[in-house]
């Protein structure tokens, strides 16, 4: 493309003190851009491009966010024969009526991972596989609605952070500290391991409902994917499913890193609360114990992670961290309601311009991250375990 999509959706042009944040992350600007391409690709087997752009097109209808949604649209009907009816049949009735049933059953799957992604299980998977989607084509399926997901989030960030350049002091603050520490006396261990409504700070394992790559028969791409990702994917179930599609996996992995682990902004303790935030409110037990586990390990603490477990709207030890799980929850949660008032309340809690734009990164990878956690297999509980 001759314009980067989430730039062309804010809208942002250079000059832009937003645009200037934005692209000083150039590898997660280059990563979300490769994910679109790479997802939208004709070499992507199982599953059409029209078919692919259908479900973009609801779940960014789903999402209320416009911009991208009208990108879409006009995608589809660009691709003719069919498309321009299934256009009609979404804008019209949620996507479900109008098409045929392949799309349909796909259709059905994607609404469930936009709005309720907790509900995912075994059998809309094999719903599926019934449909005639292989298991690469599933994984495809899943990585594009959970991708449509992280963009919607990371669009809606940068406008409300476009509304807000105008209030004094919304993105002339580059003095902020880079994290403010919770007060002495509120700084606390939590007999560990944390187990609250459901949620714990364990090790968890994760089963996939389908088959995964197997090590010994994986090409060069496969490989190379799994080691972008971490020194460990080789051995963990979730990346060796998702190593079906090596590209997509490959432009997630760079994104993925370059969001966790840039230098500089918001810091890394922050960065994990605002993903644990994120995996809370969407159910995601497995994604919530890792990041609660990474927050304790960086910050030395774990008492907001207990707070959060008890009742997200009530968690944070200072005004700085309260201020962090709000704009997380929105974000998460109805990011079509995400405006000025959100990123202002994060200025007037210390976070700099490239602070909040590492927040909304966060949150919003984990809703792509969680999405297919979900939906793509199960976690095996403890307490579940001990009770059989």
């Avoid at 997901?149 to 880079?178: D, K």
């Avoid at 509120?186 to 391991?193: D, V």
């Avoid at 370059?258 to 969407?282: D, H, K, Q, W, Y």
């Amino acid at each position: 493309m001759s314009q980067d999509l989430v730039d062309a959706c804010v809208p942002l042009a250079p000059g832009q003190p937003t645009h200037a944040v934005r692209h000083s992350r150039a590898k997660v600007v280059a990563a979300t851009q490769a994910s679109h391409d790479g997802l939208f690709s004709p070499e992507v087997a199982g599953i059409s491009v029209a078919e692919r752009l259908a479900v973009a097109l609801l779940a960014c209808r789903l999402s209320q966010v416009p911009a991208l949604a009208q990108h879409y649209r006009g995608m589809l009907q660009a691709e003719g024969g069919d498309a321009p009816a299934w256009v009609a049949a979404i804008d019209g009735a949620h996507g479900q009526a109008g098409v045929p049933p392949r799309l349909a059953t796909m259709l059905g799957f994607t609404a469930k991972l936009i709005e309720r992604p907790i509900e995912g299980d075994r059998a809309a998977v094999q719903a599926l596989v019934q449909a005639g989607l292989t298991p690469p084509a599933i994984v495809a399926l899943a990585q594009l609605i959970a991708f449509l997901s992280y963009q919607v989030r990371l669009v809606v960030g940068l406008q409300a952070m476009v509304a807000a350049e105008a209030t004094v002091g919304a993105t002339s603050n580059p003095g902020a500290p880079a994290s403010t520490p919770a007060p002495e006396n509120a700084r606390q261990l939590a007999p560990s391991p944390l187990r609250i409504n459901g949620f714990t700070d364990e090790t968890l394992p994760w089963v996939p409902w389908l088959p995964t790559v197997e090590l010994d028969a994986a090409t060069p791409q496969q490989l190379a994917a799994l080691d972008e990702m971490s020194p460990t994917a080789r051995d963990q179930p979730y990346f060796l499913l998702l190593a079906h599609q090596p590209e997509i996996l490959l432009h997630r992995s760079v994104a993925f890193n370059a969001i966790m682990f840039a230098p500089a902004g918001l810091s890394r303790a922050e960065r994990e609360l605002g993903a644990t935030v994120e995996s809370r409110l969407n159910g995601c037990v497995y994604c919530t114990s890792v990041h609660a586990q990474r927050f304790a390990q960086l910050a030395k603490r774990n008492d907001v992670i207990a707070q959060l477990f008890h009742d997200p709207a009530e968690a944070g030890t200072n005004a700085r961290e309260r201020a962090v799980v709000a704009f997380s929850a929105v974000l998460a949660q109805r990011p079509h309601q995400l405006g000025s008032a959100d990123v202002q309340a994060l200025s007037a809690a210390g976070l700099a311009p490239l602070e909040v734009l590492d927040l909304v990164h966060a949150v919003a990878l984990f809703a792509w991250a969680n999405r297919l956690m979900l939906n793509l297999g199960e976690t095996v509980l403890p307490w579940a375990e001990s009770s059989a």
